[in-house]
């Protein structure tokens, strides 16, 4: 799969699990193109799936991408999206 082609499907699923259009850049390294920053991502998602990262073996250090992240929920036995709706909101 083309790494653009890959880059949308992320898109796809962050935009609907936050409920907000979220764009990834081509790299990774600049996650999206919002007034929201990597951690602020990081805990919705963490929400989103009922997990808590403060519990887990993995840090928040460990993901340097959402796309890391995003492989690694996915790996994981059971986890699936809670049907909580929630939204990323702009910096004040």
Not at 8 to 19: A, D, F, P, Q, R
Not at 26 to 39: A, E, N, P, R
Not at 70 to 83: A, H, L, V
């Amino acid at each position: 799969m083309k790494r653009y082609e890959k880059n949308l499907i992320y898109e796809k699923k962050l935009s609907l699990w936050s409920g907000y259009p979220v764009k990834i850049e081509d790299d990774l390294d600049s996650i999206c193109q919002c007034d929201v920053d990597f951690i602020e991502i990081l805990m919705l998602l963490e929400n989103a799936f009922l997990i808590n990262l403060v519990e887990s073996d993995k840090t928040r250090q460990d993901f340097t991408t959402i796309k890391e992240f995003i492989d690694w929920i996915e790996s994981r036995p059971k986890m699936t999206p809670s049907f909580k709706r929630f939204k990323l909101t702009p910096w004040p």
